[in-house]
């Protein structure tokens, strides 16, 4: 991956994909963003749109329209494309048709000789980028998607609120499927240096695990709330895209919560889900594996084995 040039290509200008581009170009994360989408009318007005707005910014950004051929000397391709389900259809379905449309795709990004990272963003995350990994034959290293990314930053949101301490300073974990089966492994969770499992037990006239349990369905539940009210989500996904983004060009060694190819971790093999990954410029370099309860590694089994059931079926 060149240093010098940071070049992205986002495959789907839907509200996702426009998410976060916009926060791209707000915190000036690349130095090229090219915009690819069936529609191509489409992309080339979001990208006049956006290069309207450059003026106002810090960003001195190269933003345009463009077709696979870009995918070249891309640093990294973002796909935020999908299909919509329709009314009465299956969740099985709707996976089968976002095969199909991962297959052009990921085909036409390899066919470029795309030599990057691939970071996927469509739901469901976790079955979205084992196919894309498949499809490509690259490195499961370089092929991850947001996984619990935005569940994360939820929880630590709503433990902030909680305790009453900057949500930066809550250090907890969301893990799993990006999905019903997501958990939070409360052993891990700490408010600064301090397990949190400790303060329930030295303050319980003030916090308690049941308060814990009633935020973790909070976060479960979120992505619902927020489609009921305004018809999707958007705006939170689209900064973790830009999150993680800026880890892999800053070479950060950031610890993400990433949805990464599991390789004997906790446990299980060849699935994709939603775990805490050191990610730098070569993608997610490596799983970091929690100390997990048993209580706690059998809810990962069974979120794993959601996805496996959900992936046989497609």
């Not at 690819?36 to 309207?52: K, T």
């Not at 996984?147 to 930066?168: H, Q």
């Amino acid at each position: 991956m060149g240093i010098d040039n940071r070049k992205v290509v986002l495959v789907g200008c839907g509200m996702v994909g426009m998410s976060y581009a916009y926060a791209m170009v707000n915190q000036n994360t690349c130095n090229e963003l090219i915009l690819s989408d069936l529609d191509v009318n489409r992309a080339e007005g979001e990208a006049m749109d956006l290069n309207h707005g450059l003026a106002f910014g810090q960003a001195n950004m190269l933003i345009k329209a463009g077709g696979y051929e870009e995918c070249k000397d891309a640093d990294i391709v973002v796909i935020c494309a999908g299909v919509a389900q329709k009314p009465g259809e299956s969740r099985l379905n709707l996976l089968k048709r976002n095969k199909q449309v991962f297959e052009s795709v990921v085909g036409n990004v390899m066919k470029s000789g795309f030599d990057g990272i691939f970071l996927v963003a469509t739901n469901p995350v976790d079955i979205m980028t084992k196919i894309t990994q498949e499809l490509s034959g690259m490195d499961a290293s370089r092929v991850f998607g947001t996984g619990t990314a935005l569940d994360t930053a939820r929880l630590r949101y709503e433990l902030g609120e909680y305790f009453g301490i900057d949500p930066k300073n809550m250090h907890a974990y969301v893990m799993g499927e990006h999905g019903d089966s997501e958990f939070v492994p409360w052993s891990q969770a700490l408010l600064a240096t301090k397990p949190v499992l400790d303060i329930f037990k030295k303050h319980p006239e003030e916090f308690s695990y049941e308060d814990m349990e009633k935020i973790a369905t909070e976060v479960r539940m979120a992505a619902y709330k927020i489609i009921d009210a305004k018809k999707a989500t958007y705006y939170g996904i689209g900064m973790a895209l830009t999150r993680i983004t800026k880890a892999i060009f800053e070479n950060e060694n950031s610890v993400l919560t990433v949805s990464a190819k599991l390789e004997g971790q906790y446990g299980q093999s060849d699935v994709y889900v939603g775990v805490p990954c050191v990610v730098n410029r070569n993608g997610a370099a490596r799983v970091l594996e929690l100390n997990l309860t048993q209580e706690e590694l059998a809810q990962m089994t069974k979120s794993c084995e959601v996805l496996r059931e959900t992936y046989a079926g497609i």
